[in-house]
């Protein structure tokens, strides 16, 4: 089932699509989709997924709302993986003139702060007054269900409500400049995200899915999440023996080699470009760089 944010008849509501993405089935307009996650199981999305299929008179035709990021507030930072595929670590070793022995026994994790996500068809805005080395990553972003403290890698998917796109844009001289990672991705505007939630049931066992990214239609970024180096089951294992994952939480996987500054010389963004996510069997994440 695909669940969305969106506006209609000025009130923020959440709903689910048809399966031709052509409606919109109200769930609520009093709960937000991070209340909905933490209220809601498996045998709450069965049923109301047998009950959606049953109900039509209630639907929103999709063009007819105004659509937000899934969950366009954050409950809390995301926590970002960094360089968890291997040719995207030798690319951003290259740009940082660094020597890469070709190993990577430990997961390098970070925050990135977000006020509020960037919904498909958003704007990003350049921010050129603060950097001059914007950069796109397409990223399978996980969504923590329940609350997982000490969870085994076979039970992780147990915790997982569902999957989206995020675009983790990054200046790369504020990274530069400030020797690690946070400040340059968590600008305003850095988190695109969208353009809906997949519920976990329909993505099960961790499936390897193409994941690719386009600018202005050329295709920049084109693999596999399969090539991920630590997988969202391994993540769930070691994130949550260090600490309590709230349901609600949001953890983006890394993003694969082809970004901006992985080419020579470096081909960052630049106002008027138009940046594309997909992964397969999610969907596409379109935004316009301002």
């Not at 399978?140 to 995020?166: C, H, M, P, Q, S």
Request: hydrophobic letters at 35%; charged letters at 25%; one cysteine or more.
């Amino acid at each position: 089932m695909k669940l969305i944010t969106y506006l209609y008849q000025n009130k923020e509501s959440i709903g689910a699509l048809s399966a031709d993405n052509e409606y919109v089935y109200p769930i609520s307009d009093s709960l937000s989709m991070n209340e909905f996650i933490c209220s809601t199981d498996k045998a709450s999305i069965e049923r109301l997924e047998r009950e959606i299929s049953l109900e039509k008179k209630n639907a929103i035709k999709y063009d007819s709302v105004t659509k937000l990021a899934p969950i366009p507030t954050p409950k809390q930072d995301i926590i970002c993986l960094g360089v968890n595929y291997m040719a995207h670590a030798e690319e951003s070793a290259r740009f940082k003139k660094e020597l890469f022995d070709g190993k990577r026994e430990y997961a390098v994790y970070f925050s990135k702060r977000v006020n509020e996500a960037v919904p498909d068809g958003g704007i990003i805005h350049l921010n050129s007054k603060i950097t001059n080395s914007l950069d796109y990553e397409a990223e399978l972003a996980v969504i923590i269900g329940k609350d997982a403290r000490n969870v085994k890698a076979e039970d992780a998917e147990k915790y997982i409500f569902g999957y989206t796109i995020l675009n983790d844009i990054s200046a790369r001289d504020i990274q530069t400049r400030h020797k690690q990672w946070y400040m340059g991705k968590s600008l305003a505007d850095f988190c695109p995200m969208g353009p809906w939630i997949v519920t976990v049931n329909e993505l099960e066992n961790f499936p390897a899915l193409k994941i690719t990214s386009r600018v202005n239609g050329e295709l920049r970024q084109n693999s596999s999440t399969g090539l991920m180096i630590f997988k969202p089951d391994y993540v769930i294992e070691e994130l949550s023996s260090y600490t309590t994952l709230k349901a609600g939480s949001i953890i983006s996987m890394g993003t694969p080699a082809g970004v901006g500054m992985g080419f020579t010389p470096p081909r960052f963004l630049k106002s008027g470009d138009v940046v594309e996510c997909s992964i397969e069997k999610i969907g596409t994440l379109k935004n316009i760089i301002s």
